[in-house]
């Protein structure tokens, strides 16, 4: 489908692993974000990719977290030495450039043991 | 303070009532509104805009109210398949940056 792809769906992983999350956005959407969601809660802002503009990394709790939009397109999460507060739902969305709304992968599961 | 916030619930309603969400924003995520609806375990997904005039979907009616910045949304004859998380989001000015509120949970019941 044209949707938003995120890889893997699931992963477990032990605690002081590092861990790289995948988002294949809509294809042509200049904007991308990613968010977590512990469970029963709200979405956390991490960091948002729009265009050429210097990513916005204001929502990244801590150093551990990096992410990186190559080309425009394609966008990987990275967590250094998970830590198990660090389980959650990872979600991508991207849109279009302008007054659209963003559409959803459908996330990575995180569960660090 | 946030720039979108939402009452958590959850609202408790029978199936056939009517029910309202009402959320505010701030200057920061003013540039236009959605609302989204998270099913358990699930992505969020886009239910509808909220144009400036308001409009409506079917049972579903948004609103803006710039004057006191805030949107509505109406569910009107819930749905047992109404049950739901529903997300308020602005778009900031600011490279279009969206902002989500934390959510309202709806609880339809039979």
């Known amino acids: 489908g044209a949707g938003v792809s995120q890889s893997p769906s699931n992963k477990v992983t032990e605690k002081g692993k590092d861990v790289e999350l995948r988002c294949d956005p809509i294809?042509?959407?200049?904007?991308l974000y990613w968010y977590r969601q512990s469970l029963g809660q709200g979405l956390e802002f991490l960091i948002y990719f729009q265009g050429n503009s210097a990513p916005d990394k204001s929502g990244l709790p801590s150093d551990r977290f990096s992410a990186e939009r190559t080309g425009g397109s394609v966008s990987t999460l990275t967590i250094q030495r998970t830590q198990q507060e660090d389980s959650a739902v990872y979600l991508c969305?991207?849109?279009?450039?302008?007054?659209?709304?963003?559409?959803f992968g459908q996330g990575t599961r995180l569960t660090v043991v | 303070r946030k720039e979108v916030e939402q009452d958590p619930g959850p609202f408790n309603v029978p199936e056939g009532a009517t029910v309202a969400f009402n959320c505010t924003y701030s200057n920061s995520a003013s540039q236009s509104f959605f609302w989204y609806r998270q099913d358990c375990r699930k992505e969020p997904k886009l239910l509808m805009s909220?144009?400036?005039s308001g409009n409506e979907d079917g049972r579903f009616t948004a609103q803006l109210n710039r004057a006191s910045q805030y949107i509505s949304l109406l569910i009107r004859d819930s749905k047992l398949s109404d049950s739901a998380t529903y997300l308020c989001?602005?778009?900031?000015?600011?490279?279009?940056?969206?902002?989500f509120g934390s959510g309202t949970k709806l609880n339809v019941k039979p």
């Open positions: 989001v602005g778009r900031g000015y600011n490279f279009n940056k969206f902002y």
């Open positions: 909220v144009y400036s």
């Open positions: 294809s042509g959407h200049t904007a």
């Open positions: 969305a991207s849109s279009q450039d302008g007054n659209t709304e963003a559409f």
